[in-house]
Each structure stands twice: as structure tokens, then as C-alpha cells.
């Protein structure tokens, strides 16, 4: 409970969804199998701890798309490049111990998610600190921005990164529409 109260207060600061869109300005079924954070070997006293949970990035995008059926919205599919986006910046939320969907000197996520090389036309991003994925997933499915990121049938490759750190889980959910790549006339094959 303590860390659905600090992820809701967290959520009142910078660290709501982020969506944004063309012409649009950038706004800010739980399950027996359950992702534990991984036991480090070695930590160093000098710096934080922080485990990459690839089970927990798993189980985001499973939870998401078992949801997207149940609102008859078609599935998410994993871009590879989306989730070392979204995992590039969960870093950074660890490094800073804090959530953000921007931090000075790095690009807003349109940029960002366009630096991964897909043909994009919209993006939308979730970030959230909880126990776990479920509960991370859970609490994001309460709030309506991040609910529609997740729902919004417009977006067709996400990218999800989850990272422990000092016991909490920390995840960033990077959605995309990919469109495709239009070619000049010139540069069609005949």
C-alpha cells in the first residue's frame, strides 16, 4: 500500500502519461506469476543497485495486450528499438531516483523514440515506481491518461522496460503508431 501511495504521489508531479500526437501538443489481470527482483552479486556501496528485469518487460506487454483484447482494441506488438528506448530512459529514472518523462539535456520522447529509426507518427509514454509489474500495471490501468496510452487503438509497437532498484520496480512504457516508410516515386521499385 505504501507504494501505491508514493507511485499516486509521484503521478501528481511530471510523471503522468505522455502522449503526443501530429498537430497535438505532449501531455503528460493479475496473475499467478509474479516477476521478483533479481538478487545482485556483486553491489558496489558507491552507487544504487539496479537490476534490468526482462520477465517484469514481459509480463507488462502480456498484461497490456491481454487488456487491449478484453476492449477489443488490436494487440501491441515488441519493437526491439522502442524497448532500449524505454530502456535507455528507466536508466536514467534510476541514476536520478525519480520519475520523469524528460530530464534536462535529453530529447522529449517524440525525438527520442524517432532517434530508434522507426517510421512513427505518434507516441505516447507511461512511466510508474511500484512493488512489481502487476502492481506497477495495476496502477497505471486506475489512472486515465496512462489507461488510454495503454488502450489507445491508434498505437501498434510498444517498447516496456523495468528496472529494480532499492526494491522498487521501475518501468517505462513506450507506445508508437509505426506507420510506413513512403518513398518518393522516384525511389518505388518498378
Given at each position: 500500500m505504501?507504494?501505491v501511495m508514493m507511485?499516486?504521489l509521484?503521478m501528481?508531479?511530471?510523471?503522468?502519461a505522455?502522449?503526443?500526437?501530429?498537430?497535438a501538443?505532449?501531455?503528460?489481470?493479475?496473475s499467478?506469476?509474479?516477476?521478483t527482483?533479481p538478487?545482485?552479486?556483486?553491489?558496489?556501496?558507491?552507487?544504487?543497485?539496479?537490476?534490468?528485469?526482462?520477465?517484469?518487460?514481459?509480463?507488462?506487454?502480456?498484461?497490456?495486450?491481454?487488456?487491449?483484447r478484453e476492449?477489443g482494441?488490436?494487440?501491441?506488438?515488441?519493437a526491439e528499438i522502442?524497448?532500449?528506448?524505454?530502456?535507455?530512459?528507466?536508466?536514467?529514472?534510476?541514476?536520478r531516483?525519480?520519475?520523469?518523462?524528460?530530464?534536462?539535456?535529453?530529447?522529449?520522447l517524440?525525438?527520442?523514440?524517432?532517434?530508434?529509426?522507426l517510421h512513427?507518427?505518434?507516441?505516447?509514454?507511461?512511466?510508474?515506481?511500484?512493488?512489481?509489474?502487476?502492481?506497477?500495471f495495476?496502477?497505471?490501468?486506475q489512472?486515465?491518461?496512462?489507461?488510454?496510452?495503454?488502450?489507445?487503438?491508434?498505437?501498434?509497437?510498444?517498447g516496456?522496460?523495468a528496472?529494480?532498484?532499492?526494491?522498487?520496480?521501475?518501468v517505462?512504457q513506450?507506445?508508437?503508431?509505426?506507420?510506413?516508410e513512403?518513398?518518393?516515386?522516384?525511389?518505388?521499385?518498378?
Amino acid at each position: 500500500m505504501l507504494w501505491v501511495m508514493m507511485f499516486l504521489l509521484a503521478m501528481a508531479g511530471n510523471a503522468g502519461a505522455q502522449a503526443s500526437k501530429p498537430a497535438a501538443h505532449a501531455e503528460g489481470a493479475p496473475s499467478a506469476q509474479r516477476s521478483t527482483q533479481p538478487t545482485p552479486k556483486l553491489l558496489s556501496a558507491a552507487m544504487p543497485s539496479s537490476a534490468e528485469d526482462r520477465a517484469a518487460e514481459s509480463r507488462l506487454l502480456e498484461l497490456a495486450n491481454q487488456r487491449r483484447r478484453e476492449a477489443g482494441v488490436p494487440p501491441l506488438r515488441a519493437a526491439e528499438i522502442l524497448t532500449e528506448a524505454a530502456r535507455t530512459h528507466a536508466r536514467l529514472m534510476v541514476q536520478r531516483e525519480q520519475l520523469s518523462h524528460q530530464f534536462d539535456g535529453e530529447p522529449s520522447l517524440m525525438p527520442r523514440l524517432r532517434e530508434s529509426g522507426l517510421h512513427i507518427n505518434q507516441a505516447g509514454e507511461n512511466v510508474a515506481l511500484n512493488a512489481g509489474a502487476e502492481e506497477a500495471f495495476e496502477a497505471l490501468m486506475q489512472s486515465a491518461p496512462h489507461r488510454q496510452n495503454l488502450l489507445d487503438p491508434d498505437f501498434n509497437v510498444a517498447g516496456f522496460a523495468a528496472f529494480w532498484s532499492h526494491g522498487r520496480l521501475y518501468v517505462v512504457q513506450d507506445f508508437a503508431h509505426e506507420s510506413p516508410e513512403i518513398l518518393p516515386a522516384s525511389k518505388r521499385q518498378r
